[in-house]
């Protein structure tokens, strides 16, 4: 039986994060997404529905996200085969969910997908760079200086700026002023890394905010440029600056995320050096 709540106990969250990991460990690619993880981890009941199945331990785990109608789920290794994944499918999709991420494009995602008449609609790549090559020479255009973010004060302007750069993202253009709090609320948090070009008005132009995870890998975790500025070649040199960044605190390795039908970022980061690493891929109804 799939049982459903609107908000988990921190037992029950540790016992979805425990069965998120030992997945990993067996798949090479952690199941859940940022958003899913908050998701889980917060005690306010949100627009999600957590979905999970019992069996003598937490078997299986779904979460289906009402606001944006998307879904993500994960069966214990040692449950597998037990028809707990459609289960958990047909619940998610019952509370709403029609668009599913499969992390890492597992051959056992895409079945379960297509037995469910899912499509492949959307393919997500995770691009890596070793931070130990060298950089490229790419200034800032005329009139830009490069600052930290500054929390508290700058944060209405950036989420107006991030709604507007990423208007038809259906993601990360849906960020509020809540979004914004819990991600400065979590201990990889730095200022310092949270790049904005500004001129000399003080406005903002775009931004490189980066993240740098437990495991030692730096992110490019959201790049940004004002659509209305028309400044040739900022995006290069923001994504450059946060990479010296990454590569000052000492790190060796970085990452990135893009969609494949942004031809124009795949084009940006490739010509930086980034090669793809893996593939997360949405399926649809």
Known sequence: MVHRATVLSPGDAAEVLALAAAAAETDGV????????FGV????????????VVTDFLAGYGQ???????GELVVHPAARGRGLGRALLDAALDAGARR?????DHPAAAALAAAAGLT????????RRPLTD??????????????????GQDDAAWLDLNARAFAGHPEQGRWTAADLAARMAEPWFDPAGFLLAVDAGGKLAGFHWTKVHPDGLGEVYVLGVDPAGHRAGLGSALTVAGLRHLAGLGLHTALLYVDESNPAAVTLYRR?????????????R
């Not at 492949?120 to 691009?127: G, Y």
């Open 64 to 70: 289906a996200d009402l606001s944006a109608g998307t």
């Open 100 to 104: 599913f991420w499969a992390h890492g």
């Open 120 to 127: 492949r609609d959307r393919v997500l790549w995770q691009f």
């Open 41 to 52: 981890r917060s005690n306010v009941p949100a627009a999600a529905v957590h979905l999970t």
């Open 30 to 37: 952690f199941p859940l997404d940022e958003h899913t993880v």
């Open 272 to 284: 930086l050096g980034f090669t793809t690493h893996a593939t997360d891929v949405m399926y649809t």
């Open 134 to 151: 060298p950089l490229p020479d790419r200034p800032l255009p005329a009139g830009l200086t490069l600052r930290a973010f500054r929390p």
